[in-house]
């Protein structure tokens, strides 16, 4: 399993209902609201056999309130 993690930006009073569309994937191992550029940080393993582009595509990007998001890849923990 690969960990990514992936912050939403989200349209104006749209912030719940996207929280909500993300969890009811049931894919995110945690999600948290924060402060500054992006409203939401989700943190997602993504199988290690599945493009991770194509997986964040296809799950969550399609989710209607987010304007754009922004996915950093994480490597070995020191």
Same mark, same amino acid.
């Given at each position: 399993?690969? %960990? ?5 930006? %989200? ?68």
């Amino acid at each position: 399993m690969r %960990c990514v993690f992936v912050q939403f930006q %989200c349209a104006p009073g749209k912030t719940y209902e996207v929280a909500d569309a993300i969890y009811d994937r049931e894919i995110v191992s945690e999600l948290y609201s924060t402060s500054g550029d992006y409203d939401l940080l989700a943190k997602i393993y993504i199988p290690d056999d599945q493009d991770v582009g194509r997986f964040i595509n296809e799950r969550l990007d399609e989710i209607p309130g987010i304007q754009r998001s922004l996915t950093t890849m994480t490597f070995n923990a020191f």
